[in-house]
């Protein structure tokens, strides 16, 4: 007994953190702070990108800034041969938007199966389905000319800032931040961990070489997909120290 007591004195775990390392509590129970927080955050990231957008679009065109995205989207350009070209295809299909949902389908059915958890597969879901929302609205809004060089793809979205296959190629780190939690296993850490670094890099080069994105729309594109992330964890931890918080209380003698 005064083992436990020592035990729970020192333990300096945060209560997301111990929420995290418990099975996951029912998703009627945290369903209804889940909604309302990724509301939240997803107005506030939408409202941070509209502004940084128009910024670029507005008070920054025609300086240093425009000026160096200009100078990338022309040098690009200048270093197309078919070599390339075929591989730039390849590599922009990373983060296609029919292959990023087929690929977050199939990961999270798949963490759903050896889990028997909500809360893995929702981290993956959630992360791409709040950057798409984020994107969509901003592009929308924003509508950023493409840049001025000939591209070599279409879309049906005529709007450059920002780069939504830089976005969801980041939100890939969703599937980085479950495994890490869940598996030991050093050699498959290292291979997720490889893969969610290099898919980024690669989408980003070959949507600017492909005449798609300027070099702030991917940068844009990376941070909006990074914060996603975050914010889908920290919402999930903060559901999940909610709950646990709640049928602590609800446990107490009367």
Same mark, same amino acid.
């Given at each position: 007994?005064?083992? *436990?007591?020592?035990?729970?004195?020192?333990?300096?775990?945060?209560?997301?953190?111990?929420?995290?390392? !418990?099975?996951?509590?029912?998703? $009627?129970?945290?369903?209804?702070?889940?909604?309302?927080?990724?509301?939240?955050?997803?107005?506030?990231?939408?409202?941070? +990108?509209?502004?940084?957008?128009?910024?670029?679009?507005?008070?920054?065109?025609?300086?240093?800034?425009?000026?160096?995205?200009?100078?990338?989207?022309?040098?690009?350009?200048?270093?197309?041969?078919?070599?390339?070209?075929? +591989?730039?295809?390849?590599?922009?299909?990373?983060?296609?938007?029919?292959?990023?949902?087929?690929?977050?389908? /199939?990961?999270?059915?798949?963490?759903?199966?050896?889990?028997?958890? +909500?809360?893995?597969?929702?981290?993956?879901?959630?992360?791409?389905?709040?950057?798409?929302?984020?994107?969509?609205?901003?592009?929308?809004?924003?509508? !950023?000319?493409?840049?001025?060089?000939? $591209?070599?793809?279409?879309?049906?979205?005529?709007?450059?800032?920002?780069?939504?296959?830089?976005?969801?190629?980041?939100?890939?780190?969703?599937?980085?931040?479950?495994?890490?939690?869940?598996?030991?296993?050093?050699?498959? !850490?290292?291979?997720?961990?490889? %893969?969610?670094?290099?898919?980024?890099?690669?989408?980003? +080069?070959?949507?600017?070489?492909?005449?798609?994105?300027?070099?702030?729309? /991917?940068?844009?594109?990376?941070?909006?997909?990074?914060?996603? *992330?975050?914010? /889908? %964890?920290?919402?999930?931890?903060?559901?999940?120290?909610?709950?646990?918080?709640?049928?602590? $209380?609800?446990?107490?003698?009367?």
């Amino acid at each position: 007994m005064a083992q *436990v007591a020592a035990d729970s004195q020192f333990d300096t775990r945060t209560p997301a953190k111990v929420a995290e390392e !418990r099975p996951a509590p029912p998703l $009627r129970a945290v369903a209804g702070p889940l909604a309302v927080e990724l509301l939240a955050a997803y107005i506030l990231l939408t409202a941070c +990108w509209v502004g940084l957008g128009f910024l670029l679009t507005g008070p920054l065109a025609g300086t240093a800034v425009a000026d160096v995205d200009n100078d990338v989207a022309t040098w690009l350009v200048d270093q197309r041969t078919p070599m390339l070209n075929d +591989w730039s295809h390849m590599g922009g299909n990373l983060a296609e938007t029919l292959v990023k949902i087929i690929v977050t389908a /199939v990961i999270a059915g798949i963490m759903l199966l050896v889990w028997r958890s +909500w809360r893995e597969p929702f981290i993956v879901a959630a992360a791409l389905v709040l950057e798409a929302s984020v994107f969509i609205t901003t592009t929308w809004i924003v509508s !950023r000319p493409r840049p001025n060089v000939e $591209r070599l793809d279409s879309s049906p979205v005529d709007s450059s800032f920002p780069s939504g296959h830089v976005a969801a190629a980041v939100a890939y780190g969703a599937i980085a931040v479950v495994v890490f939690q869940r598996v030991r296993n050093r050699i498959a !850490r290292v291979i997720v961990l490889v %893969v969610v670094i290099a898919v980024p890099i690669i989408v980003a +080069w070959a949507r600017m070489y492909r005449g798609m994105h300027y070099l702030t729309d /991917v940068i844009a594109g990376a941070l909006l997909g990074a914060a996603s *992330v975050i914010a /889908v %964890v920290v919402v999930v931890r903060r559901a999940d120290a909610h709950a646990l918080a709640k049928s602590a $209380r609800h446990s107490l003698p009367q």
